[in-house]
Nanobody, 121 residues
Framework: QVHLVESGGGLVQAGGSLRLSCAASGSIFSINVWYWYRQAPGKQRELVAVITSGGSTNYADSVKGRFTISRDNAKNTVYLQMNSLKPEDTAVYYC???????????????WGQGTQVTVSS
């Protein structure tokens, strides 16, 4: 069994910064890809950032230049550094990952529980 636990959300003023973390635990052989998604009230969940096992990254246009995704393979942890936050960044942020468990040969998708980020104007 694998679990993802997020931390780091909260309330911040526009222009401020927050750093989200997501740690994976369990019978993990490898983590192929990490994702950060977000869902604002009344809106669909959107992909914010991706980082592969090789360190390649990709971002939604709305966060390019402001958000940075990174990973610590030794700690099975992914981070999302969010700078120059805007009120429209307010959402529940979810981490997700494609994880290969010990004794399996294909990755499965796992999700965190979500953490609230609120940016006040």
């Amino acid at each position: 069994q694998v679990h993802l636990v997020e931390s780091g959300g909260g309330l911040v003023q526009a222009g401020g910064s927050l750093r989200l973390s997501c740690a994976a635990s369990g019978s993990i052989f490898s983590i192929n890809v990490w994702y950060w998604y977000r869902q604002a009230p009344g809106k669909q969940r959107e992909l914010v950032a991706v980082i592969t096992s090789g360190g390649s990254t990709n971002y939604a246009d709305s966060v390019k230049g402001r958000f940075t995704i990174s990973r610590d393979n030794a700690k099975n942890t992914v981070y999302l550094q969010m700078n120059s936050l805007k009120p429209e960044d307010t959402a529940v942020y979810y981490c997700a990952a494609a994880i290969v468990q010990v004794s399996r040969f294909i990755p499965d998708d796992y999700w965190g529980q979500g953490t609230q980020v609120t940016v006040s104007s």
